[in-house]
C-alpha cells in the first residue's frame, strides 16, 4: 500500500501518539517478526517511526503493520482513526 507524504505524516503522529521505542520493538518482533534496530539504527523516535513506516511500504508490509497498531491500541483513538482513514483510502485507490 504506498502512502502520500500527508498519509505518512499522519501516521507518524497517531503512533508517535500511542507508541514509545520500547513499545515499538516489541510490536515489530511480535507482529512483524522483525527487530526494531534491523530496520533503523538509534536515534530519535520520530525519526525512527519514520524509517519503520518507509521500510514497511518498500517491503509491502505497511497493512500488516497498520493491522498491528490497531490490534495493539484498541482504545486509542488516534490510531484507530488513522488506520480506518488509510484503510478507506487504499480500497479507493487513493
Not at 42 to 69: H, K, S, Y
Request: glycine share 6%; with cysteine; charged share 20%.
Amino acid at each position: 500500500m504506498p502512502l502520500t507524504g500527508p498519509q505518512k505524516q499522519q501516521l507518524q503522529a497517531a503512533v508517535l501518539s500511542a507508541f514509545n521505542a520500547s513499545d515499538l520493538e516489541q510490536l515489530l518482533a511480535f507482529d512483524l517478526n522483525v527487530r526494531l534496530l534491523q530496520i533503523v539504527g538509534q536515534g530519535p523516535l520520530d525519526q525512527m517511526v519514520f524509517a519503520v513506516i518507509e521500510w514497511c511500504e518498500q517491503q509491502g508490509r505497511t497493512t500488516e503493520f497498520l493491522n498491528a497498531i490497531a490490534r495493539a491500541r484498541p482504545h486509542k483513538k488516534e490510531i484507530q482513526d488513522v488506520v480506518a482513514m488509510l484503510r478507506a483510502a487504499a480500497d479507493r485507490g487513493t
